[in-house]
T-cell receptor, first 115, second 112 residues
């Protein structure tokens, strides 16, 4: 089956640090990748849709200068949380979809803790 | 925006029993999908049902879709302790360019 690798799985860092999260599709080409944020005991909130070679589309209320997304190849998208603060602490999950199938394949998530 | 509402929010059953989770949505859809999430992990795709389908089976999973009521149900038969997880429905909104809109989820606990 389609595998999506997300790295790192956990990050603990000081306030003001920028953190980069990688999302890779290992055995398929992902023209579209999605970035979600999930708070404890809650559902996934879509942050942005990332298409290879073009600018990401951000959901309403998501600061694009705060959450930088790069989708430079068909197998890699990155999310950079710039100048992270404690309120950015959350579980971030990426997913990728193949061109034909509507199902999304998810990474294992990154737990970000800002002290 | 989150359009899916699921009930119950939490469900606790004994091993061997069946578990039924329901999902409602608000807009027109291309398809509806169910995902499973183990604690602290990503989501795993379980099953997809298209808007022109009414029922679909996959192993111990049975999904129904009623587009007139804008609702779906997921039935897990003969549950196992390993089925313990959160289950989310997600709709592929026809007006949202293929983005998935997730429900609030049902936290299922299967006791051995």
């Amino acid at each position: 089956g389609a595998v999506v690798s997300q790295h790192p799985s956990r990050v603990i860092c000081k306030s003001g640090t920028s953190v980069k999260i990688e999302c890779r599709s290992l055995d398929f080409q992902a023209t579209t990748m999605f970035w979600y944020r999930q708070f404890p005991k809650q559902s996934l909130m879509l942050m942005a849709t990332s298409n290879e070679g073009s600018k990401a589309t951000y959901e309403q209320g998501v600061e694009k200068d705060k959450f930088l997304i790069n989708h430079a190849s068909l197998t890699l998208s990155t999310l950079t949380v710039t100048s992270a603060h404690p309120e950015d602490s959350s579980f971030y999950i990426c997913s990728a979809s193949e061109t034909v199938l509507p199902a999304q394949h998810f990474g294992d998530g990154t737990r970000l803790s800002i002290l | 925006s989150q359009q899916g509402e699921e009930d119950p929010q939490a469900l606790s059953i004994q091993e061997g029993e069946n578990a039924t989770m329901n999902c409602s949505y608000k807009t027109s859809i291309n398809n509806l999908q169910w995902y499973r999430q183990n604690s602290g992990r990503g989501l795993v795709h379980l099953i997809l049902i298209r808007s022109n389908e009414r029922e679909k089976h996959s192993g111990r999973l049975r999904v129904t879709l009623d587009t007139s009521k804008k609702s779906s149900s997921l039935l897990i038969t003969a549950s196992r302790a390993a089925d313990t997880a959160s289950y989310f429905c997600a709709t592929d909104d026809t007006n949202q360019g293929g983005k998935l809109i997730f429900g609030q989820g049902t936290e299922l606990s299967v006791k051995p």
